[in-house]
């Protein structure tokens, strides 16, 4: 077992624009790159996660399900702490190995709706 387990719960915002395609070993990969309010986003509530495979394909299916743009739904996910350097600077985001969505939606038309 790794000591680099993180495990949230909260409002997961899903965005039909942050979906892609990547290539891992030369295979395919669905990519969902999100983000997990578990609080208040002005205290540093707003963490990034990523879903790939079987979670990506479970979060674009919910996008497809309610022809939305944009989506939020109670989630718990598990996985690791991943950094990477962005602009010259250390960012982290979840990689997410297990996701659960909690209950319905709530459906946005577009990502500017974001509180």
Known sequence: MSNNTVSLQGWLTLRRDHVREARVN?????????????????????HAVVLEGRQAEMAVALLEAY????LTVQANVRGTL???????KPCAAVAV????????PRKRES????A
């Open 97 to 104: 190995r297990y996701v659960e969505f909690l209950g319905e």
């Open 67 to 70: 022809r939305a743009e944009t």
């Open 82 to 88: 991943r950094t990477f350097w962005e602009r010259g």
């Open 26 to 46: 030369g295979t395919a990969s669905l990519v969902v790159d999100a983000d997990m309010t578990t609080g208040k986003p002005y205290l540093g509530e707003r």
């Open 111 to 114: 990502a500017h709706a974001e």
